[in-house]
């Protein structure tokens, strides 16, 4: 038996509905929604099924050879931002709202795919820091990219959707929420 209740277990399961799956709260409760698939890294397809108060949201995408398939159910009272690779990010209403592009490329050196690629490439890694610095959290006010860095070391070969969660330690520092949207919105411009 797994019990959710040991946080350790609870980081991975959110790690699948957020990153692999997609479909991420931006609000508490989720009146705001985020679907942005991590696509690839040995996945074809994932899929969740989230049991929110304004009712049942869903997200699906699978891989078809160069297509990338997507399927989300938004509930009434609730919007949804869809990111998906290669198109502008669309915010949308309740119903039911499918999208086919074509598929990330998993080549080497093509987009920031991981942790590692993200502190390798000079710009993003300062945007990213400039983010964090930003917030004037104590956690990072003498050494941004340092704190980061040493948060971030067990993350190296992660994808990079990752950093947000990962920079605030999975919500164990308080009043880091800030950092976590900031670095949401840095993420979401690295493709």
């Given at each position: 038996?797994?019990?959710?209740?040991?946080?350790?277990?609870?980081?991975?399961?959110?790690?699948?509905?957020?990153?692999?799956?997609?479909?991420?709260?931006?609000?508490?409760?989720?009146?705001?929604?985020?679907?942005?698939?991590?696509?690839?890294?040995?996945?074809?397809?994932?899929?969740?099924?989230?049991?929110?108060?304004?009712?049942?949201?869903?997200?699906?995408?699978?891989?078809?050879?160069?297509?990338?398939?997507?399927?989300v159910q938004v509930p009434?009272?609730?919007?949804?931002?869809?990111?998906?690779?290669g198109t502008e990010p669309?915010?949308?209403?309740?119903?039911?709202?499918?999208?086919?592009?074509?598929?990330?490329?998993?080549?080497?050196?093509?987009?920031?795919?991981?942790?590692?690629?993200?502190?390798?490439?000079?710009?993003?890694?300062?945007?990213?820091?400039?983010?964090?610095?930003?917030?004037?959290?104590?956690?990072?006010?003498?050494?941004?990219?340092?704190a980061l860095t040493k948060?971030?070391?067990?993350?190296?070969?992660?994808?990079?959707?990752?950093?947000?969660?990962?920079?605030?330690?999975?919500?164990?520092?308080?009043?880091?929420?800030?950092?976590?949207?900031?670095?949401?919105?840095?993420?979401?411009?690295?493709?």
């Amino acid at each position: 038996m797994t019990s959710f209740n040991h946080y350790a277990l609870g980081a991975v399961t959110q790690w699948l509905l957020d990153d692999v799956a997609g479909l991420a709260l931006d609000s508490p409760g989720g009146g705001a929604l985020r679907v942005a698939p991590q696509v690839g890294h040995g996945f074809t397809r994932a899929s969740v099924v989230r049991r929110l108060p304004d009712g049942v949201a869903r997200a699906a995408w699978e891989l078809d050879g160069d297509r990338l398939h997507l399927s989300v159910q938004v509930p009434v009272g609730s919007t949804a931002r869809i990111v998906l690779p290669g198109t502008e990010p669309e915010t949308v209403g309740h119903g039911l709202h499918e999208r086919t592009v074509g598929a990330p490329a998993e080549s080497a050196g093509a987009a920031i795919g991981t942790v590692r690629d993200l502190i390798d490439d000079e710009e993003a890694w300062r945007r990213t820091c400039e983010a964090v610095a930003a917030s004037g959290h104590p956690a990072y006010a003498d050494d941004p990219s340092g704190a980061l860095t040493k948060l971030l070391t067990h993350e190296l070969d992660s994808p990079v959707a990752v950093v947000p969660s990962a920079a605030t330690m999975y919500g164990f520092i308080p009043g880091l929420e800030g950092v976590h949207k900031a670095l949401s919105q840095v993420v979401a411009t690295l493709d």
